[in-house]
Nanobody, 128 residues
Framework: QVQVVESGGGLVQAGGALTLSCTVS????????MGWFRQAPGKQREGVSC????????YYADSVKGRFTISRDNAKNALYLRLNNLKPEDSAMYYC?????????????????????WGQGTQVTVSS
């Protein structure tokens, strides 16, 4: 049974930084692309950043490009998202999820991951 657990969210002031972490158990983590997604109240869930199985190919939504950095450690079954220069509009529940086999990061983020394995999310709140 695949289990996804996100952590690292919190309340920060605009301009601040956070690092989100995600651990995945019960799956061949290194064989799948991974992604971070977010959902603000009243809005659809959107792909923020996604990464290939090896970690060498990444995708970022335009709204976070240059501020967020995705990385993964396949030995630890862990996915990370570094959030720098946070803005109030970054406030949302952040989720990670594995992509579908053979997806490229762009597709994982824009067409969606394997929706069977959403975690509980971690809340990021940015005050102005």
């Amino acid at each position: 049974q695949v289990q996804v657990v996100e952590s690292g969210g919190g309340l920060v002031q605009a301009g601040g930084a956070l690092t989100l972490s995600c651990t995945v158990s019960g799956s061949t983590f290194g064989a799948l692309p991974m992604g971070w997604f977010r959902q603000a109240p009243g809005k659809q869930r959107e792909g923020v950043s996604c990464v290939s199985r090896s970690g060498t190919t990444t995708y970022y939504a335009d709204s976070v490009k240059g501020r967020f950095t995705i990385s993964r450690d396949n030995a630890k079954n862990a996915l990370y998202l570094r959030l720098n220069n946070l803005k109030p509009e970054d406030s949302a529940m952040y989720y990670c999820a594995p992509g579908l086999p053979l997806q490229i990061p762009f597709d994982t983020c824009t067409r969606g991951p394997d929706r069977r394995y959403w975690g509980q999310g971690t809340q990021v709140t940015v005050s102005s």
